[in-house]
């Protein structure tokens, strides 16, 4: 079992920046993926930014690119996402995710099998 917990999340003022991250414990050396989601109350989870097991290879969706970036750092089994030019539409709980390999479909709810709890980012207009 694969135990995820995300933190870093807050109120920010539109424009403004915020840090999240996500720390794994557990069997973690079976994971391959990691991901951040986002959801708001009513809507379908979304996906946000993917990064591979060796950090080269990363997946951005296109209504945060040029604003948010995926890193991780495997020593510390913890992925990060660092929030840029926040906007009142980036207001969700962000959520960890965790796979084993997967070949196609990063942006797949249902291809990740490990999830956090969530942690609230709120930005004001």
């Known amino acids: 079992q694969v135990h995820l917990v995300e933190s870093g999340g807050g109120l920010v003022q539109a424009g403004g920046s915020l840090g999240l991250s996500c720390a794994a414990s557990?069997?973690?050396?079976?994971?391959?993926?990691m991901a951040w989601f986002r959801q708001v109350p009513g809507k379908e989870r979304e996906f946000v930014a993917a990064i591979g097991r060796t950090g080269g290879t990363t997946r951005v969706a296109d209504s945060v690119k040029d604003r948010f970036t995926i890193s991780r750092d495997n020593a510390k089994n913890t992925v990060y996402l660092q929030m840029n030019s926040l906007k009142p539409d980036d207001t969700a709980a962000y959520y960890c995710?965790?796979?084993?390999?997967?070949?196609?479909?990063?942006?797949?709810?249902?291809?990740?099998?490990?999830w956090g709890q969530g942690t609230q980012v709120t930005v004001s207009s």
């Open positions: 557990g069997r973690t050396f079976g994971i391959d993926t």
């Open positions: 995710a965790a796979a084993n390999v997967i070949k196609m479909g990063w942006d797949r709810v249902g291809n990740y099998a490990y």
